[in-house]
């Protein structure tokens, strides 16, 4: 239920059963009935956290357990309170979408794992696998784009949930730096740009974000787009996940060159749905941040610590490096005027 995973678990020699804490939290919350055999299951994913499917008779559910080091090349540490962030995020999400959400069956946020509901995939289809495929359907990108709007907006300006999502230095760990600072590093000469739009998306703080909104933590279920790993949940900028997921469907472009124009199309369904379901704030304002933090997300995934692992060959990174740096030095305040320079530069 995201990322696909490499390598074992740091928790232990054998991949193929789980650590003995999460064998425990699965037997004293009560998930599965008395007395019948329960069965785990490794489900791909896992480069933040360990995921298990759970059977036991009738009963079946997953379990998600934060790593404090995650699987990638670079030497990546989170903090595992950010388990509990995604099942605080789950629940919060729920009051309004429910549909948009699994639901959480337990929780324990000392050990930093929950456990929620399991969606099938023969009825949740990974959005990623689908854009992968060519499957770009621009009524899923709208849903997404609508969703994804309701649920900043019922959650503006909510001190409630800013008291709840004081989570800023995970935020930073798992977001700011290995993205945007990280991409800094890699290019000096763009990094005063890069520290500034890190600044201004640290500091501006309206409303519930997920952090991580992307084709492969979303899936198309049987009522629309549901949202998954929220580990990055935050009061901050609503702009961050808009950016977050159209960065995604620009560099889906250089993967899946068929789909190019398909996907830039879903790239305007998914905005003009997203900006039209704004009414916490001038839409201009939330399209102006999301305009400028887009190129540096798209020359994060590219020099920072978390590159896509779909792009390898160096003219399809150098594609993305050249158009993201020159965003950066003279960025625009429309997503069209971005929408307008890929689809130009993926012509060519």
């Not at 050990?111 to 949740?124: K, R």
């Not at 969703?147 to 760990?173: N, P, V, W, Y």
């Not at 003219?315 to 890929?342: E, M, T």
Request: net charge neutral; hydrophobic share 45%; charged share 25%.
């Amino acid at each position: 239920m995201s990322n696909p995973a490499t390598g074992t678990s740091e928790d232990g020699p054998d991949k193929d059963w789980p650590d003995p804490a999460i064998i425990d939290f699965v037997a004293r919350s009560g998930l599965t009935p008395i007395g019948a055999e329960t069965r785990f299951e490794r489900l791909p994913g896992g480069v933040s956290s360990d995921i298990w499917l759970v059977r036991a008779g009738s009963a079946v559910c997953c379990v998600k357990r934060a790593l404090q080091r995650l699987r990638v090349a670079a030497d990546w540490r989170a903090p595992i309170e950010r388990n509990a962030n995604e099942a605080a995020w789950i629940r919060s999400v729920s009051s309004v979408l429910p549909q948009a959400v699994p639901r959480l069956l337990a929780e324990d946020p000392g050990a930093g794992m929950f456990a929620m509901e399991y969606l099938p995939p023969q009825s949740f289809k990974g959005w990623k696998a689908q854009l992968q495929h060519g499957r770009v359907v621009a009524s899923d990108a709208a849903e997404v784009g609508r969703r994804l709007a309701r649920i900043h907006g019922k959650f503006a300006r909510s001190c409630d949930i800013e008291a709840e999502f004081t989570t800023d230095a995970i935020f930073h760990a798992i977001r700011l730096e290995p993205y945007l600072l990280a991409a800094a590093r890699a290019h000096p000469d763009r990094a005063a740009t890069l520290h500034r739009l890190a600044e201004i998306t640290a500091g501006t703080k309206l409303t519930l974000v997920h952090g991580d909104i992307s084709p492969k933590n979303i899936l198309i279920g049987p009522h629309g787009p549901v949202f998954i790993d929220a580990e990055c949940a935050w009061f901050g900028d609503p702009a961050f996940d808009l950016a977050f997921c159209l960065n995604h469907l620009l560099l889906k472009c250089l993967w899946v060159p068929a789909a190019a124009l398909r996907l830039i199309t879903a790239f305007a369904a998914l905005a003009d749905a997203y900006l039209a379901g704004v009414d916490w704030e001038p839409v201009e304002g939330v399209e102006h941040r999301t305009a400028h933090l887009l190129p540096a997300l798209l020359l994060a995934r590219i020099d920072g610590k978390s590159p896509v692992e779909y792009l390898t060959e160096e003219p399809d990174k150098n594609i993305v490096r050249r158009v993201a740096r020159a965003l950066l030095a003279d960025p625009p305040d429309r997503l069209a005027d971005i929408r307008q320079i890929w689809k130009r530069e993926i012509r060519e």
